[in-house]
């Protein structure tokens, strides 16, 4: 069974820590990404990569930073953590066909 | 710039409704595909379907159905006899090239809460 896991379900820190949230798939996909859901606002999309030490900005990357050593691992970096950045992440790989995506992990910053 | 509006926010309906959920888009792509995810209280995200720009047959699929008009750009979603279980977030997303043409993003609506009473 193809997956994409999200190493925490739920986190909280305290604001100015960094963070990190971290994203294996299995899949061999090229493409991965990070999403962050708000109510009322659907899945906006943080950072994506499309290879190794590859990555491009989406559509709100402020605030945030990616990491991706090996193809199978995607994490994202929250440098200093602010509680506008309490959310739920949600992590996806793809081969440009099909999206796979992982639960999702709820992060609050206190 | 690609966007899916999903303008119903929240629709609530009696068990054994029909209950149609609206998406609209916008694209400047000319291939293109369209999807549709449920997400249950429990927060996974659950693939319904994926729809490409080429293809404009309508798709059955037990109670499920969804009306894919290019001309419009609309690709609903219409659930047929609702049952409890029907109750999640459902969400319309439009996978297109990005500007830099090095991966296709998916964009995703806001997102239509179904809430089906017994």
């Known amino acids: 069974d193809v997956k994409v896991t999200q190493s925490s379900r739920y986190l909280v820190k305290r604001t100015g820590e960094k963070v990190f949230l971290e994203c294996v798939q299995d899949?061999?996909?090229?493409?991965m990404f990070w999403y962050r859901q708000d109510p009322g606002l659907g899945l906006r999309l943080i950072y994506f990569?499309?290879?190794?030490?590859?990555?491009e900005k989406g559509d709100i990357p402020e605030g945030y930073s990616v990491s991706r050593e090996k193809k199978e691992r995607f994490s994202l970096i929250l440098e200093s953590a602010s509680t506008n950045q309490t959310s739920m992440y949600l992590c996806?790989?793809?081969?440009?066909?099909?999206?796979?995506f992982g639960s999702g992990t709820r992060l609050t910053v206190v | 710039a690609q966007k899916v509006t999903q303008a119903q926010t929240e629709i609530s309906v009696v068990e054994k409704e029909d209950v149609t959920l609206d998406c609209v888009y916008e694209?400047?792509?000319?291939?293109?595909?369209l999807f549709w995810y449920k997400q249950p209280p429990s927060g996974e995200l659950v693939f319904l379907i994926r729809?490409?720009?080429?293809?404009?047959q309508n798709e059955i699929s037990g109670r499920y159905s969804w009306n894919f008009q290019k001309s419009t750009s609309s690709f609903n979603f219409t659930i047929t006899a609702s049952q409890v279980v029907d109750s999640a977030v459902y969400f319309c997303?439009?996978?297109?090239?990005?500007?830099?043409?090095?991966?296709?993003?998916?964009?995703f609506g806001s997102g239509t809460q179904l809430t089906v009473l017994p």
């Open positions: 997303a439009l996978s297109g090239w990005l500007s830099s043409g090095s991966a296709r993003q998916l964009t």
């Open positions: 899949m061999d996909h090229e493409n």
């Open positions: 694209t400047r792509d000319t291939t293109y595909y």
């Open positions: 729809r490409n720009s080429f293809d404009e």
């Open positions: 996806a790989s793809s081969n440009n066909y099909g999206y796979t």
């Open positions: 990569s499309y290879d190794v030490k590859m990555k």
